[in-house]
C-alpha cells in the first residue's frame, strides 16, 4: 500500500466508510485538476505531433535534395567494376556513348503506363573510353551502362529500336530491383524484373553495376520513334532529424505521464480518506512534511 | 521507481539512522533524486554549452543528436524520482510543479536539489 498523502480530506461531511473512488473524482480539486491535466496533456501531444512533422520535413528535403542535385558523369560518380554506392542510387548523371544493337536489348515486361500494360526497354550504352577503341579489338570487352530508355506496348514496337551514332544522355542511377527473379535467365531477353546480376549474363559488355533511367538524350528523337520516358523511380529516404522523432516520443509520454500523475495523486488522495473515516493511523506514519 | 511503502517498516525503520527522521523509504526516494538530479542538472548544461554552440554556431549537429534525445530520457527519469518522492514526503502540489520545472533550468536544478536535500534531512 503506496504512502498515504498529502491533501486534506476533501469534504468534511460524513460518508460511508466505502466511498467510492469516482465521488473522490468528481470532486471540484480533482475535477479541475483533470480538466489542467487534460489540457497539459493536449497541448504535449501537439508539440509531439509537431516534431514528427520537423521530422518528415526534414527527411524529405534531405530525399528530395539528392535528386535535385546537378548531373554529373556517371564515371565520376564510381567506378564501373564497384558495387553501386548506396549514396549514388537517385543522382541524376550524364553519359555519352553509343547505343548497342537491337540484338542486345533486354525487355522487363508488366510495366504498366497509363493503365496499359508494356515493357521497358533497356540498352545498353557502350560508354566513350578516351582514346581507346570502343570495339573489341584487343579482346576486352567494351564498357557499358544498362540504360531504361522508356516503355513501348510491344516488343516488335519500331520504336524500340535503338537510334545510332554518338549519343549524351542524362538520366537517374537506379538500383537493381529487390524481387527475386531466379527464373529470368531462361526466359531469354524479356525479363519480369531490372536485375543487373541477370542482366550481366545476356550482355557481352562489362556493365555498371546499375541502371540508368532515361530522362533526355541529345539529339533528341521525335516523341513517336523513341519508348515512351518511365518516370525515374523514387529515390531512396534519406532520414533525417531522428532526433526529432526521439523528441516527438517524450512529448507523447510526458503527456501520459502528465495523466498517470494525476491518477496516481487521485489514488492517494481516496485512501487518505478512508483512512481518516477509519480513524487510522496509517496516513500519518512513515512521511515527513517537508 | 514508486514502490510500496509498507506502514509498517517504515515506521519502525525511522530510527534506524542517527541524525535523520526520515524513512529508509524516504531515503532511497532521496537519494534517487539527488543522483537524477544532478544528472540532469550536469546533462543540460552539457547540452546548453557544448551540444548547442556546436549545432548552432560550428553547424555539427552530431553531439545535439545524441545529447539532445538523452536528455530528454533523462528529464522523464528526473520526473518519475521528483514524484516518487513528492508523495511520498507530502509536498504540496505548487512545490512539485516548481522542483519539476526547476529540472529543465540551467543550474537551477542544483540549487532546487540542495535546497531539497537541506529541508528533508534537517532534524
Redesign the interface.
Known sequence: ??????TEPVSTAPQPPARPLWRTALTPRWTG?LLLALAIAAVMSVLGVWQLDVYRSKTDAATAKRAEAEPVSLQSLFPIDAGLPSKAVGRRVTVTGTWGPAADQIFVSDRRVNDRDGYWVVTPLLLEQGSQNVGNTDGQPSEAVMVVRGWVAAVEDPAATPPSGSVAITGAVAASEAQDASGDASKGRVLQSLRIPTIVHLVDYRIYDAFVVLASSTPALAADAAPAIVPAPSPPTDHAG??NV??AF?WW??AA?TLW?WG??VL?AHRSTEADQDDDA?GA?????? | M?S????AT??SG?QASPGS???P??RGALTRYRVIAYVVGVMLLVLLFVAMPLKYLGDD?SA??VV??LH??LY?VY??AT?DL????????P?LVLVALAGTIPFLSFYAERK?TH??TRS
Open positions: 500500500m503506496p504512502v498515504a498523502p498529502t485538476l531522428l532526433r526521439a523528441y517524450q509520454i510526458f505521464f500523475m496516481r495523486m492517494d496509517i506514519s512513515g512521511t515527513v512534511s517537508a | 514508486t510500496p511503502v509498507d506502514p517504515s515506521a525511522s527522521s526520515l524513512t523509504a524516504i549537429p545535439m543528436n539532445g534525445p530528454g530520457f522523464m520526473l518519475l514524484f513528492f508523495r511520498r514526503v507530502r509536498w504540496s502540489l512545490r531539497t529541508e528533508l
